[in-house]
């Protein structure tokens, strides 16, 4: 068997997330489609993130293998072709080891989330941001985010559908900063509960109204109760920016 690793961009908003549903459309199916469009080989993909319904990739990595060899570039190129009906590029392929899991081999992801603030709604980046239109401070949510950096029991801002044996995290990033009339939150962890990113930046969202002091953020936050977390912020702001490994 070779094994092939993916370097992937793509616009969630068609799609219920990476992972494959009943009678949904998905990153996951449109890309294996492809896969077999080319090679002829029936494969399942692994993904360094399963992204949810309307979260976008700049960076997301998958792997998958094929019994015949094949060039990296001719995989890169034979896929774009079979996935130019979707908005999903491939960016790179490389041939890796069988050791590599693109999942479990990963030491580091990134995400962003980008708040458009302004009044007026979006024309060009509908689906893209979570438009807010009242004024945020972005330097108080950035204080507030520090809060969060480090071990943490995350139940205040982790799904209840969570899968994950623990809440416990490691956190080693989460900026807040403003450019002109967005503000774009970082966060950068080993891996990630389900939706915190989502859920630690709508409770952001609070501070950054004045609805909450960074004093608040971080009472939730030691609360250990989805009941004390800020409304959950819209998928269409979220992106999976890099994996490293």
Not at 178 to 186: A, G, K
Not at 208 to 234: I, M, S, T, V
Request: hydrophobic share 40%; charged share 25%; glycine share 6%.
């Amino acid at each position: 068997m070779h094994r092939y690793r993916l370097l992937i961009e793509y616009d969630g908003t068609p799609f219920c997330g990476w992972q494959r549903q009943p009678d949904q459309p998905s990153v996951q199916q449109a890309l294996e489609e492809a896969i077999a469009a080319f090679s002829g080989e029936e494969v399942s993909t692994q993904a360094a993130g399963r992204t949810d319904t309307g979260v976008h990739a700049l960076g997301q990595v998958a792997h998958f293998d094929l019994s015949l060899e094949w060039d990296p570039f001719r995989v890169r190129e034979a896929l774009n072709y079979h996935l130019k009906r979707y908005p999903v590029a491939i960016i790179a392929c490389d041939a890796v080891g069988m050791d590599f899991e693109a999942r479990f081999s990963a030491k580091g992801r990134h995400y962003e989330y980008r708040i458009l603030n302004r009044r007026a709604r979006p024309a060009l980046e509908l689906n893209h941001v979570w438009h807010v239109p009242v004024p945020l401070d972005a330097d108080l949510m950035h204080e507030a985010a520090q809060f969060a950096i480090g071990l943490h029991d995350f139940t205040t801002f982790r799904a209840a559908e969570c899968q994950a044996k623990s809440p416990v995290k490691s956190l080693d990033r989460l900026d807040v900063r403003r450019e002109l009339d967005h503000i774009i939150v970082r966060a950068s962890a080993r891996s990630f509960l389900h939706h915190q990113v989502r859920s630690l930046t709508g409770s952001l969202k609070l501070v950054g109204e004045g609805k909450w002091q960074p004093e608040d953020f971080k009472a939730a936050l030691d609360a250990k109760d989805r009941a004390r977390c800020g409304a959950l912020a819209r998928p269409s702001g979220l992106y999976l920016v890099g994996v490293d490994y």
